[in-house]
Each structure stands twice: as structure tokens, then as C-alpha cells.
């Protein structure tokens, strides 16, 4: 197996493992911490690359953060939202059929075309509530 694709293999498995949505770092301190020598540039191209094939979604942290969580196959995937817990990271896929309907009227009441959006909705979880 070459280098790149054993490291690929280990980013994805660790990311795996590690529940919710989880930073670079995360990921990185994961790796380490189990023996793998991967670098912390590495790890950050291989979650963009997950990201950029639909393998992982993404999510941006109140202070800005990115956050990365593997998906299904992207093939299979349909467009969705998530709903995130601010204290345990706790994520529930959902849909939001009112807010595709509103981000194509209001592209299409500007003019835009090939409208591409993202929401995360954060709250507390029913376990971390009470």
C-alpha cells in the first residue's frame, strides 16, 4: 500500500472512531496518540479531500472552527442539514425541504443560478438538557 493511501486509511479510520464532528487537530491528536506518524498538514489534506468528495461533511464551530464527519457514500447521499449539539457534539442529519425551497426563490428572485447552501442548526441535546 503506498504511503499516501495508508495514510488516507488511517485519517478515515480515525475519523471514524472519534465521535460527532471533529476538528483537524482532533483527528491529528487521535493519530498520535494510537502510534501513527501522519503530519498535521497531511491530516488537513485528507479531511479537505474527504470533504471535497462528498466522503465527509463539514460543519464551521461558532468561533470559526472546521469540523469534519464522515457520510455514507457521496453517490447515495441526498443534500441535508445538521442539527448539533453544543455540549456533546451530538449530530442528527435533517432535512430541510423550506429552506431549499427559500434558498432557490430568493437565488432565483436575484438572478443566481447553481445555488449551493449550508445550515447547521446548534442547540443542547435532550441528554445534555437535563
Known sequence: MARTSAQRDFVREALQR???FRSAQDVYAALRSSGHSVGLSTVYR???????????????????????RL???SAERKHHHHLVC??????????????????????????????????????RC???AK
Open 46 to 68: 485528507h479531511l479537505q479531500a474527504f470533504a471535497d468528495q462528498g466522503a465527509a461533511d463539514v460543519i464551521h464551530t461558532a468561533d470559526g472552527e472546521t469540523t469534519y
Open 86 to 123: 453544543r455540549s456533546c457534539g451530538h449530530t442528527v442529519e435533517i432535512e430541510g425541504r423550506a429552506v431549499e425551497r427559500w434558498a432557490q426563490d430568493v437565488a432565483g428572485k436575484n438572478g443566481f443560478t447553481e445555488v449551493e447552501h449550508t445550515l447547521e442548526v446548534f442547540g
Open 126 to 128: 435532550a441528554d445534555c
Open 71 to 73: 457520510c455514507g457514500a
Open 18 to 20: 472519534l465521535a460527532g
